[in-house]
């Protein structure tokens, strides 16, 4: 909770002094524009004695209902993966059942925006925090439109998106405009040691100033062990390598392994780089058509051990 706040403390004083209804907080993903989110509804909410740039106490009850995920005026907006049959949906989307109860025939949400911003905070201030402002399709945009320009109770909009020129220009024009960048080097790893970890080089290398990678520490640690293992068995002859991606097989985590695997062969020749980049490529597409995923890490192994030059 309190990492993100000290990580951005500019954002968060220009949020701070933001009076408007919505607000598009844009930057690369995993850059921490999830923790700016919600330190500002943290801020908006906090009724106890704040920091030196208006952050929020972390004591009162309103910051300890947020720092427990279970704030009664905080709602998540977040594209679907899947869809309501349990299948993974081509197309990421915040369908028009995620804003209205009456047009979620499937019930797949719990909360609905609309029916969210009638209730009165139970705090400050009601916050809905858009992960993924891209992914609001045009019905959904259009439905939220009204609530954006006069918010009921107030409520405020925090639209988060990796491409603004992605986001619909209504949504767009609708918002203030705050960027997140990465952090330093430097400030990861005070944010890291404070949190008790040890800010190994290789995981600050990783992490390339993005404060996101701070939530996830024990599965990228895993990831890319995981990754360096694969890395040293594919020199070892076909069966070590076909014996890894087996391995792999069992452990992948599709947010974190690619990118972790595209780190380790970040030092090889371009040419190879870009063969092993294609055969990543090729694995997550066969794991998306749900082919069979034995046989598409054998290929995997095989064509890596290829884009390498060992056989
Ligand atoms: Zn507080």
């Known amino acids: 909770m309190s990492l993100p706040t000290t990580l951005h403390p500019q954002v968060l004083e220009q949020a701070g ?4 209804n919505a607000l598009l ?3 690369p993903a995993r850059v921490g524009k999830l923790g700016v989110a919600l330190a500002i509804a943290a801020a908006q909410n906090c009724s106890g004695p704040r920091g030196p740039g208006g952050e929020a106490c972390g004591a009162c009850p309103s ?13 998540h907006v977040e594209p679907r993966a899947t869809t309501a049959t349990g299948k993974a949906a081509r197309r990421k989307l915040i369908p028009i059942g995620a804003i209205l109860e009456a047009r979620d025939k499937a019930h797949e949400f719990e909360v609905h925006v609309f029916e969210f911003l009638e209730v009165r905070p139970t705090h400050r201030r009601r916050v809905v925090i858009v992960n993924g402002a891209e992914y609001l399709g045009a019905e959904s945009a259009n439905a939220l439109l009204k609530l954006v320009e006069e918010p009921p109770h107030g409520a405020l909009f925090l639209f988060l998106a990796e491409d603004v020129r992605a986001v619909l ?3 767009v024009s609708r918002s203030a405009r705050l960027g997140v ?7 990861l790893e005070h944010a890291l ?3 008790g970890h040890t800010p190994e080089p290789e995981l600050i290398e990783f992490a390339a100033g993005r404060a996101g990678v701070l939530d996830d520490l024990e599965k990228i ?18 069966l070590p390598a076909l014996e890894a991606a087996e391995a792999l097989e069992k452990r992948f985590d599709p947010a974190w392994h690619p990118e972790t695997l595209r780190f380790t062969w970040r030092h090889h020749p371009a040419h190879q780089r870009a063969r092993a980049d294609s055969a990543l490529d090729a694995l997550q597409g066969a794991l998306e058509a749900y082919a069979s995923p034995s046989l598409a890490f054998q290929v995997f192994a095989l064509a890596l051990r290829d884009a390498f030059e060992l056989t």
């Open 17 to 20: 002094a933001f009076g408007g």
């Open 181 to 187: 960048t990465p952090a330093s080097d430097r400030a």
């Open 193 to 195: 040691t404070r949190a």
């Open 169 to 171: 220009p209504t949504i």
């Open 25 to 27: 907080l844009s930057g």
């Open 221 to 238: 640690r895993t990831a890319l062990q995981d990754a360096r293992d694969l890395g040293a068995a594919l020199p070892d002859g076909l």
């Open 63 to 75: 910051c300890r209902a947020l720092s427990a995920r279970s704030h009664p005026d905080v709602l």
